[in-house]
């Protein structure tokens, strides 16, 4: 019979140890080795049995094995101390406490939205990458002390559990989550009654939704659950899972976030005393609605400020974060289905209908009028973006240039900061233990948590051999993991025992092991290893220098094309002739992980370049001393350096364009030449080195490799790092600007006088135009360092000069002119030229150093400037000379 009301029962513990439930409900211990160590002792079968979950492990260790610790005074002192030393963990300064050189005075509080978090693998609100990168931001954050609040939703079914049919198809399972068996709280009013956010539907309905806290470390993580009985079965059902339901169930989901996301963080600030977000961080376009609640916010609080007034107020302290590099990657909605849900009696107050369209509003040239784009809304509504590598940035600032007409993509406001991982999270502990008897202890902790590169300094005195026989223990547990999850796979597929002897064999801890573990769209391209087929046996089973690979990743539950990828590896795999080589394991999730990627000696990522954001799995690979072999793509292309492991040939030139279509004859060719060129780099220089034993039996020239990645990579590719940079190159601006609006009497008096000034530059940009340039100097040849003196007469209208900046713009040309590699030069308005004549005509001058050899050109343009605005082309507008060429103007030769 089936249960119709399931829930949990605890343990009471005696009072002795009840500082076990302080350590339990607080997620550090996902990060923390000494508290996970503790836990294991309590029962180390009923730890392994409940996943090295403790919330669990303390509702299912018996009240005997209680008893007994309840009088251990050895366990008794170990559980003191690290209740201890949590508590100074929680209160004590850090580095954002001791921070002085931030050029500015740092946020008090900062609010961090993502529709995902992957802290710990027994919280599953997690898919992938997206959700693994938010979790080590908030973690970073936590160690760093940046006083950030983490918001997102409370899936009952998380993502979906994978396991295989016999014949290799994907399938899905949603296993329901009992909050009272998560490290979660239940976010309770001074009277205990569960806080409870509302918000207005169409047709008078209400989305009702209560909020789970879960503390990760120092960070308070807010997770709206709309699972109550306030709601209908349909209401009741908008959390139901991670990216399910059709276009309006995933809308409901965007709205509860953003909107409801902003009044869970009032109500939490409000209990707590936590102080109030200056900034907001929009972790992609999923929760980009927030901006119109803070606008509903103010206009409610401040009935003089309008619209346009509130938005510059929400602008200024806001940051976007972008992880998409194509298009088919964004959330779009009918604009009908906003207009219902943001129209009649679900208006939020002072937000019209139709200035929620024009922020979506997809008005540039491709884009289809009839959808409202999230990520457009989200750059709208943020004063400062980034994309998550440097080559992202780029791929986004071409993707992104039609909200910046006029500019040239470099020019496009949207910075980078490459991702993070976190270290204590992704460190193997016997990687960690390895590196502290050449730094220290303190020193190691302190490195995985800041990451400046002088910390990092003194692993490249770790001996050869020390190096080589950590990397044959990692090795040889993930083979232990993987014949583990091979055989409960196989048994999951109706295998029976009879038929799994052979599963006790296959990989060997002292072959080369390659590991390929992430989602599965196609441009990831999982099935490249298979393009030659028998190529890839002879790699597997080469007699003196074999190779083997593990596998793992997840498709998207809609998406039979990846299901067929997976299907496709899967067969290949289940050949008795190579599954002693080759392996794929169901249910990626974070505890495979943590086998995953210390147990590689190489982590395979071959995306479609520029496909792939970042790709932050081969940074966990790195830090556990594994070599990368990768496409040129995200981190990698800004980080590879010949000597951290090997970067595989791109066919395309590396522009990844006008081979996208997987059905194309030219898709076909670069998967062939990609194919050949990963199978030669793994025969003839990865399987080369690795097998290339000195006398000592040691590979010297590998072991070298992953010294100089731990050295080298180390510091780079750690979350910490990414935060700081954050809070410095965004937070605290954001911050500034968002008090500048806000004034001194927060009566909003700036944000008023820039929306105003906004309003008339944009009404009188028309009249604005570049009438005349001219230069003295100018000739066919020109020597280098010469001088151009040059005069310009521009036209402002209504303007006044103090409201534009007039440039020059110089660089290389190329053959059809264009200009590349610009640099800019601020004109001056002529001393002695009066201002402006009656027809709002000015003469600016200025000296352009020619500075280059080679094909040289220069243009002039007007932008608008204003001391408020975080770039010049922040409105969108630029006026360029009117004559044939226009910004090809004055090209010299």
């Avoid at 990828?565 to 999730?589: K, W």
């Avoid at 997987?662 to 399987?687: C, F, G, N, T």
């Avoid at 800019?824 to 005509?841: H, I, Q, V």
């Amino acid at each position: 019979m089936k249960a119709i009301r399931r829930f949990t029962v605890r343990t009471v513990l005696p009072e002795q140890l009840q500082p076990l439930h302080e350590l339990a409900l607080n997620l550090r211990w996902s990060w923390h080795s000494e508290t996970r160590e503790l836990f294991r002792s309590v029962d180390p079968d009923v730890w392994a049995a409940v996943g090295e979950d403790p919330v669990r492990l303390l509702g299912e260790v018996p009240a005997a094995r209680l008893a007994a610790l309840a009088t251990d005074r050895r366990f008794l002192r170990r559980l003191g101390d690290l209740a201890d030393d949590l508590r100074d963990y929680l209160t004590g300064p850090r580095w954002y406490q001791s921070a002085n050189d931030l050029g500015g005075e740092p946020p008090a509080g900062i609010a961090y939205f993502s529709p995902e978090y992957g802290i710990a693998a027994a919280l599953p609100q997690y898919s992938g990458g997206l959700g693994i990168l938010a979790g080590d931001h908030l973690k970073a954050a936590s160690d760093l002390g940046v006083p950030i609040i983490g918001v997102g939703l409370f899936y009952r079914h998380g993502y979906f559990r994978q396991s295989l049919s016999r014949d290799g198809w994907q399938q899905e399972r949603y296993p329901l989550l009992d909050p009272d068996a998560l490290a979660v709280t239940l976010l309770r009013e001074t009277d205990g009654t569960p806080c409870r956010i509302d918000l207005a539907l169409p047709g008078g309905r209400t989305l009702a939704a209560q909020v789970w806290r879960a503390q990760v470390g120092r960070v308070p993580l807010l997770l709206l659950d709309s699972d109550i009985e306030a709601n209908t079965p349909a209401e009741r059902d908008v959390t139901d899972r991670l990216y399910g339901g059709g276009s309006e169930h995933r809308l409901l989901q965007e709205i509860l976030l953003g909107i409801g996301g902003v009044r869970a963080v009032r109500t939490y600030c409000r209990l707590t005393g936590h102080p109030e977000p200056e900034v907001f961080h929009t972790n992609e376009g999923h929760a980009g609605f927030l901006g119109l609640e803070r606008i509903a916010e103010l206009t409610t609080a401040h009935p003089g400020l309008g619209f346009a007034d509130a938005l510059e107020a929400v602008r200024a302290g806001t940051v976007f974060t972008t992880h998409t590099p194509v298009p088919a990657g964004i959330d779009r909605f009918d604009r009908e289905l906003i207009a219902r849900h943001f129209g009649g009696d679900a208006a939020l107050p002072g937000v019209p209908v139709d200035q929620v369209l024009a922020l979506g509003a997809e008005n540039w040239t491709g884009g289809d009028p009839k959808l409202f784009n999230m990520a457009a809304m989200g750059l709208r509504l943020a004063q400062r973006a980034n994309g998550v590598s440097t080559l992202h940035g780029a791929v986004s600032r071409e993707m992104f240039r039609g909200l910046w007409p006029g500019f040239d993509a470099p020019e496009v406001p949207i910075t980078s900061i490459t991702n993070g991982v976190h270290a204590p999270t992704w460190i193997d502990p016997a990687v960690v233990r390895l590196g502290a008897t050449e730094i220290g202890q303190e020193r190691a902790e302190e490195a995985m948590a800041v990451g400046t590169a002088s910390q990092w300094t003194g692993l490249e005195r770790i001996g050869n051999s020390e190096v080589w026989e950590l990397r044959r223990t990692l090795r040889a547990q993930l083979v232990d993991e993987a014949r583990r999850r091979l055989r409960a796979s196989w048994q999951q597929r109706g295998a029976g025992e009879a038929e799994l002897g052979w599963t006790g064999t296959v990989l060997d801890p002292d072959v080369l092991t390659i590991g390929f573990a992430r989602r599965v769209p196609s441009y990831k391209r999982l099935t490249l290893m298979l393009r030659d087929p028998a190529r890839l046996r002879s790699l597997l089973l080469h007699p003196e220098r074999p190779v083997q690979i593990v596998v793992a990743g997840k498709a998207h539950p809609a998406d039979d094309g990846g299901k067929r990828l997976i299907q496709h590896l899967v067969a290949f795999a289940d050949d008795p002739a190579v599954r002693h080589r080759i392996v794929f394991l169901p249910d990626y999730d974070m505890a495979m992980a943590k086998a995953l990627y210390p147990g590689c000696d190489v982590w395979l990522n071959n995306p479609l370049r520029p496909l792939e954001a970042c790709g932050t799995s081969g940074m966990k690979a790195a830090l556990n001393g594994c070599l990368n072999l990768s496409i040129l793509d995200g981190w990698w292309d800004e980080w590879y350096d010949g000597q951290n492991g090997w970067a595989i040939p791109t066919a395309d030139g590396g522009t990844g364009e006008g081979v996208l279509d997987p059905e194309s004859k030219e898709a076909e060719r670069r998967d062939d030449i990609e194919a050949a060129a990963l199978y030669d780099l793994i025969e003839h220089q990865v399987a080369a080195r690795f097998y290339d034993r000195a006398a000592d039996g040691l590979p010297h020239r590998w072991i070298s490799m992953v010294r100089h990645t731990l050295v080298t990579l180390g510091p780079k590719v750690l979350a910490g790092r990414m935060v700081r940079e954050y809070v410095e190159r965004l937070y605290v601006p954001a911050a500034e600007a968002r008090r500048q609006l806000a004034g001194d009497a927060s009566d909003h008096a700036g944000a008023k006088a820039l929306a105003a000034w906004k309003a008339t530059v944009r009404d009188a940009w028309p009249s604005v135009r570049v009438e005349h340039v001219e230069a003295d100097g100018v000739g066919e040849a020109q020597e280098l360092g010469a001088t151009l003196a040059l005069r310009v007469q521009v036209a402002l209208g209504r303007l006044r000069p103090e409201d534009v900046e007039v440039q020059v713009v110089a660089g290389r040309v190329d053959e059809s002119d264009r200009i590349s590699e610009a640099t800019t030069l601020a004109l001056k308005p002529a001393s002695g030229s009066g201002g402006t004549d009656l027809d709002g005509r000015v003469r600016y001058e200025g000296h352009l150093e020619l500075s280059r050899t080679g094909p040289f050109g220069y243009t002039v343009r007007v932008l608008p400037a204003h001391p408020r605005l975080a770039s010049g082309a922040e409105l969108g507008l630029v006026a360029v000379p009117v004559e044939p060429g226009g910004l090809e103007a004055g090209v010299l030769r």
